[in-house]
């Protein structure tokens, strides 16, 4: 259901109505998330799917454009990923309301 990259909306915990990026997979009922700020890439939290919902699909190809260090995530791409998001979806809202 989740893979590495997709962007999540945490709805239970002290992460609730945060933006997470999903940076591995466990099994069927965890996956690690980071943003990159609170919540370092190198110390993800470990969540229950569950708990979370998913905000936007990783693309293909997604990860290899990324040119990731040592095939990790870093807390700069983290928090690029996440406002990047953001910064469209700021936009498609801002021309929503307009019409």
Do not use: C
Request: proline share 1%.
């Amino acid at each position: 259901m989740f893979n590495v990259g997709d962007i999540i909306l945490a709805v239970a915990g002290r992460d609730s109505k945060r933006l997470l990026v999903v940076v591995g997979i466990i099994d069927e009922n965890y996956v690690f998330i980071a943003d990159g700020k609170s919540r370092k890439a190198d110390f993800p939290k470990k969540k229950k799917i569950k708990h979370i919902e998913l905000v936007k699909k990783a693309g293909d190809g997604f990860i290899e454009s990324l040119n990731l260090k040592n095939g990790r995530f870093t807390n700069s791409v983290l928090r690029k990923i996440i406002s990047e998001y953001m910064l469209v979806n700021a936009n498609i809202n801002k021309n929503q309301e307009l019409k």
